[in-house]
Structures are given as C-alpha cells and as structure tokens.
C-alpha cells in the first residue's frame, strides 16, 4: 500500500532543545495511527510538523522529508493548502464564538466558496460525518459555545472535515472529555477512517488499543518501536515499549 | 493572645479598605448632586426650558442674578460633537492598526517599544498637547487651506485624536490579546491566513473590547479642555466647515467660570453646561457597561 505520509530522518530543534531525533515513520491510508509515549516525549511535536503547525511557533528549525501523497510539504507546498487538505483537532475543543453553522461553514469560506445551497450542502454532510447533525440539526444559528464539552469536541471534527481534507490529525482529541463523550469520538475514528486517514496522539493506552490499527512509542524525541497495533500491545519487541504500556513508567 | 491580635488586624484592614471605597462611591454621588443642585439652576430659578439649552443657539445669559437672559448651549453642543466625532473618525482607524501591529504582527517589538510609547503618550500633560497643536497645526491649517486664521474645528479634532490615540490603542490591545489561541490554532489549522486569522476570527472575539476602547476615547475626548481651548478659536457660532473656528462646552467652562457672578444666571447656565458633560460621560460608562456585559452574557446565555 502506498503511505500518505512518509516521514524520514526528521530532525527538529526548539532553540537548544532537540525535540525531534532521526524520527522516520509511514503514516497509511485509510488508517488510525496512534502516537503514544509518556509526556515531552515529542508526539505532539511530530504531529504538528506533519501540518506545519509550527511554523507558529518561535525558535523551530526542522530537517529532514516529510512528504504527503509524495510531496514534500515544506519544500514544494505551502502551509495553507497543505492545511486544508490535513486537517486538526485539539486537545481542548475550540470552536469560534460564532454559531454551529459558521463554524462549520468557516473552512469552505476561506476556499472562496459562496454558494448558500453549496455550504449548506457542505455544513450538513460535515455534521453527518462527525456524528452530530440529529444533535444541532435545530439549532445551527445558535451559538457552538452552547454545547458540551463532548459536542463542541465533535463540532470541531466537523469543522475540520467541512475544509475537505484527507488526512485528519487529532492531538489528544479526549483528554478534556467525559467516558461517554469518549467513545462517541472512538466510535467515529473507526468510522472516518473509511473516507480518511487519521493520525491521533493519545495518553489513553486503552485508546490507542482499541481504535488503532498502527501504533508509534515515542520515547525522548525518537521512535522506540513502530507496529501493528495489536502486535505492539501483545509482544512488544522493546524492552522500554513494554515498560511504558504495562504501566511501568510514564 | 496571638488569635486575638490577628483577628484585630483583620477586622482593621478590612474597615480601612472598606471605608476607602465607600468613599470613593460617595465622593462620585456628592460630585452628581452638587452638579444636578447648580445646574438645574437654569430650569428651576431662571425657568429656562431644557429644550432652549440644548437646541437654541441664543447665548446670552446676564450675570447677575435678575435673570431674562437666553441659555442656548447649542453652539457648544455641537463643538463638542464635531470636535470629538472628528477625533474618533481620524484616531480608531490608526488605533486598530497599531493594537494589531502590536499583539499580532510584532508582539516583540510591541511589548519592548511600541507599547511603552503609547503608554508615554497618555501621560504627557494636555497642555502640551494644546501648545504643540497651536504652534504648529493652527500655522500648518491656515496655511494648506488658505485661510485667514487656522483655529478650526479640524484643528482641534486632530489635537483630541492624538490625545485619545494612546486610550483606544492601549484598551483594544488588551482585548485583542485576551482573544483564545485557540481561537487562532483553530483557524490557522483550516488553512486561514494570518490576515484572515486577525479580521475574521481575532477582531469580532475583541469586538466589546474594541467598542469599549473607542467609547473610552470618546469620553476622554469630551472631557478635555484645555487643548481644545487652546486651537478651536473659541469663536460663538456654528462651524460651517470643519476648517472653521468654534467653541465647545469644557472650553467655554474653562475661559468663563471665573469671571461670573455665583449664583447669577451666566453662572448657572455654566454649571449646566457642566451637568451635561456629568451626564454624557455617564451615558458613555452606562454603554461601555451594557457592550462589556452584553459580551459576558452571550456566553452565559448559550451554556
């Protein structure tokens, strides 16, 4: 199968601080890859190299390809487009304090679309495919900081599906979240991994276990073991991947 | 022993604080009834209408206290306006720039430079401000536009829109920094650009704070006289353009206060002149309350 990102020899450096080291991984289509590893482990970093979310940042300097669907996104794309086709999730639900339809219509927008029955079309499918169009189908001019936690969360994923991407990237998308408004999100990764690919750091071992199917140990900025999930989770080959799962560490 | 003593602070302290700031409360309510007993002088003992003050332009109160002058503040009410809705008009557009440029373009550069100039701004005495204006921008008026003098209310629109510049940027800075980064992952994450970043998402978030700094501007516009005095030309008669001279309410307060008799009907007609400054700038809190709470309850009335 042809990776959607191949990643190699990603070095990064915040100022002194090398964040990143030698990290090489290939992200599969039509798959949940889950980045594991105890905290300032890098995860998060790795992520967020993979939309370019740090060039927000001061002080990063990055070295090595990062090539999706065989581009290099930061030598041949630029950060906006490479964004809307790889889109993001948060750790703490942001929606705009704008309504449920604004945001979700927000991404179709900025790609220039105007066309009211086009962005209606767009908002709906958006809130079908993250799961929560029978919640707000009522109420998409009221405003998204109305809803719970769970639901904003969820309108969040709409919203980054509304922008039309292919890739989904989701920092800790639960952390924030009570168990049922967990696995309402669990449930929608296995079923948005059908039309997407999803890459998902998470502190949740169970997670990462039950809706993933490749799984990535972060340890110090590098990756320690890289495999199937299940295999991981069952006979990790490292002796630290197996510390860190059982619970030893972390 | 030691219980005791701490409880005593306690209580202390505590009375202190809370005397200073019934105090201040007090202060503020003595200040408003002693303006509404001296300014309703006009209505009451002259039997002026309210209707004659506002929209009259017939001023010509007698000093003394026989009355059967004529109190209409309307030139000065308009000066005001005009002076004040002109500063406004020239200093937000420049006040949004530079709270944008220094909280989303280069907040280094604001942070170490830009925004201890403006706070160095506020501090500079209105004198100043008014000599500066008389030595040069009345010169530099008269002579662009050829006229025979350069007091005008354009003038003294610039003079307050360089005084308010400082309050306005300084308060939507503020506004603009309490906006969420996430607010600003989130777009950012879509594929917005920066620009797109700030008028879309960042702007309408600071929206209250924004409409509070330019209310905040305009209060301290209305208020100022000095520098006013100094450049308008403290001419009785409506402007006719904003290159011609007027005078206005805190300008006419401050070159006549003195030399009226207290009590006496031109005296009275001032101190209306002021009650309605009083009242204005209460308006002006009583909006800034209503937008400032009206952004809290947005939130709230959606949880």
């Known amino acids: ?250 | 022993m030691k219980e005791k003593s701490l409880f005593w602070k306690e209580h202390f302290w505590h009375g202190l604080i809370s005397c200073c700031g019934l105090f201040v409360i007090v202060l503020t309510l003595a200040i408003g009834a002693f303006l509404v007993y001296k300014g309703s002088g006009t209505f009451t003992t002259y039997g002026h209408s309210i209707f004659e003050f506002l929209f009259s332009s017939d001023w010509s109160p007698v000093d003394s206290s026989k009355g059967g002058g004529s109190v209409g503040a309307a030139i000065f009410i308009v000066g005001s306006v005009s002076t004040c809705g002109l500063a406004l008009l020239i200093a937000t557009p420049f006040s949004l720039a530079a709270a944008i440029f220094m909280s989303e373009i280069s907040p280094k550069l604001g942070t170490r430079f830009f925004r201890p100039a403006v706070e160095l701004f506020v501090g500079i005495p209105s004198v100043i401000y008014g000599w500066v204006g008389l030595t040069t921008l009345v010169p530099a008026i008269r002579d662009l536009f050829d006229l025979n003098v350069g007091y005008s209310v354009l003038a003294a629109g610039i003079v307050l829109a360089i005084m308010i510049f400082p309050t306005i940027t300084s308060v939507v800075t503020d506004a603009i920094k309490s906006v969420p980064n996430d607010y600003r992952k989130a777009a950012y994450g879509l594929g917005a650009t920066r620009w797109q970043v700030i008028y879309q998402i960042v702007m309408p978030a600071a929206k209250p704070g924004v409409f509070t700094g330019i209310i905040m501007g305009l209060a301290r516009a209305f208020g100022e006289a000095l520098a006013v005095a100094m450049v308008i030309g403290r001419m009785r008669a409506f402007p006719t353009s904003i290159l011609s001279p007027t005078t206005n309410l805190t300008a006419a307060i401050a070159s006549d206060m003195g030399g009226s008799m207290d009590g006496g009907e031109y005296n009275t007609a001032l101190w209306t002149m002021a009650l309605l400054l009083f009242l204005i700038s209460l308006l002006f809190i009583f909006i800034i309350h209503r937008i400032v709470g009206k952004g809290g309850v947005e939130k709230n009335e959606s949880k």
């Not at chain 1, 039509?30 to 970093?45: D, M, Q, R």
């Not at chain 1, 070295?63 to 948060?90: N, P, T």
């Not at chain 1, 405003?143 to 994923?157: D, M, Y």
């Not at chain 1, 967990?182 to 990764?189: G, R, Y």
Request: hydrophobic share 40%; with cysteine.
């Open chain 1, 1 to 250: 199968m042809e990776s959607k990102f191949e990643v190699s020899k990603l070095n990064l450096h915040y100022g002194q601080f090398h964040a990143l080291k030698d990290v090489s991984l290939s992200i599969l289509p039509h798959e949940v890859t889950a980045l594991i590893g105890p905290s300032g482990c890098g995860k998060s970093t790795f992520l967020k190299t993979l939309n370019r979310m740090n060039d927000l940042e001061e002080g990063v300097v990055i070295d090595g390809d990062v090539l999706l669907d065989g581009k290099d996104v930061y030598k041949e794309m630029d950060a906006i487009s490479l964004r809307q086709r790889v889109g993001m999730v948060f750790q703490q639900p942001n929606p705009f304090p704008k309504s449920i339809y604004e945001n979700v219509a927000y991404g179709p927008k900025l790609q220039g679309i105007r066309s009211k029955v086009k962005l209606d079309e767009i908002v709906e499918n958006a809130l079908r495919g993250a799961a929560i169009w029978d919640e707000v189908k009522d109420r998409l001019k009221k405003s998204a900081l109305g809803l719970s936690g769970g639901q904003q969360q969820r309108l969040c994923i709409a919203r980054a599906l509304a922008a039309g991407p292919d890739v989904l990237l989701m920092d800790e998308p639960t952390s924030a979240l009570d168990p049922i408004s967990t696995s309402k999100i669990e449930e929608l990764c296995t079923e948005l991994k059908k039309d997407y690919t999803i890459v998902m750091v998470t502190h949740n071992m169970q997670q990462a276990a039950r809706i993933s199917d490749r799984t990535a140990f972060f340890l110090l900025g590098e990756v320690i073991e890289y495999s199937d999930t299940d295999q991981m989770f069952s006979m990790p080959k490292d002796k630290r991947t197996e510390d860190y799962i059982t619970g030893r560490f972390g």
